[in-house]
């Protein structure tokens, strides 16, 4: 079994992940946070990272999981 990535690496994945909206990589807000108990058992998310978009201000959540793929953006 893998270990989980840390917090630092979970933050770069979400930045480096463009915005769903206008396609920027400019955030002016980011937060990660561990994942609820509900989504790490239904989709096996580790880290849930809530951002705010420099460019156009769309807030997205992004699942990432503990190989640090992107499951989910929102």
């Known amino acids: 079994m893998t270990p989980a ?14 915005c769903d909206v206008c396609g920027e990589y400019s955030y002016k ?5 561990p994942a609820p108990k509900s989504l790490r058992d239904e989709l096996h998310v580790t880290w849930v990272a809530k951002r705010t978009c420099g460019v156009c201000g769309a807030e997205q959540e992004v699942g990432i999981n503990a190989e640090g793929d992107v499951v989910f953006v929102s």
């Open 5 to 18: 990535i840390t917090r630092e690496r979970a933050e770069r994945i979400a930045r480096a992940h463009a």
């Open 29 to 33: 807000k980011l937060k990660v946070a």
